[in-house]
């Protein structure tokens, strides 16, 4: 094994692990173990994590293609839409693991001469080269994605609706949508709110050993209260949206002062109801498994990912 496939076998086993936390852990309006929600079960994401991170991984594929092929296995498994937010935002960052220069990828796992966290500026650094290189094959292949897909409250758009074919790349078309996807926004700034929010309040979490779930639920949680999320406003309005995120912003305080705050009857009963009045926070929770599966890739040792094999491989 070569070092690029060791790098994408650590990729695929760091994927698979958020995705697993994603439902593993209680997330207010999201899908879990705990609690069935939207019509949907745990073991429906579990299911399509395992079928998508093959194509998802797969060496030398664009990243369009990886979309693509990565949602066709999981309707093909669960017949429904779990995973393309998830899918949309890890596409590059699997893509990126192939672009690490020679020896950058020791410096992601490591830390530094101080002991402080490694920087993620070599992971960082492939992405955008990832992003720049997005052209119009991989918007067509994202388009005929979503299209199968098939996400709820997606609505239309004047300029590269996703129910025509597009005339620019991926990362342009993505740029068109900023403004109202949380999702399409990491396209167009660098991940600036993964690495920017998402890692540093998954890092704070981690500092103070407030414990696994609780690290989810804080990264969860800060996005949450960061900005509305995006799959509540398009479906339900920005008021409604607005509401949930004032309610974010108010436990994401509680956490500060007690991390075992998620394990509340109170926090069980909001989750309760967002769901019982449909609310999800799909975007939300899309961009927390991002997150973790990008700590995972930089920090596997302190979140307890179990690597089988080195990133220079065997």
Known sequence: MDAIDARLAHGRAAFLWAC????????????????????MQAQAFLASAEVSA?????????????????VAATRAAVGCNTNLGILLLCA???????RLKDGAQDGI????????????????GALQAVLADLDIDDARAAYRAIALANPGGLGRSREQDVAAAPTIDLRSAMALAADRD??????????AGVFDCGLAALRVARLTSAGLAAAVQTVFLA????????????????????TVTTEA?????????????GESPAFAEWD??????????GTTADLTVCTLFAGALLRPEVIGLRVAESWHGS
């Not at 912003?249 to 705050?261: N, Q, S, Y």
């Open 92 to 98: 590059p960052l699997a893509s990126a693991l192939e």
């Open 249 to 261: 912003a108010a436990w994401l305080a509680r956490f500060d002062r007690d991390p075992a705050a």
């Open 20 to 39: 697993g936390l994603d439902v593993a852990v209680r997330k207010p309006g999201n899908v879990s173990r705990h609690s069935a929600g939207h019509g």
């Open 54 to 70: 093959g194509p998802l991984f797969a060496r030398g594929v664009p990243v369009g293609e990886r979309i693509e092929a990565a």
């Open 182 to 191: 949380s999702i399409a926004r990491q396209y167009a700034d660098d991940y």
């Open 272 to 281: 309760e109801g967002l769901k019982t009045t449909g609310i999800n926070p």
């Open 109 to 124: 796992v490591a830390f530094d001469s101080r002991g402080d966290p490694p920087s993620a500026a070599p992971l960082a």
């Open 223 to 242: 996005y949450l209260a960061a900005w509305p999320d995006t799959h509540i406003v398009r479906k339900l309005g920005f008021a409604a949206a607005q």
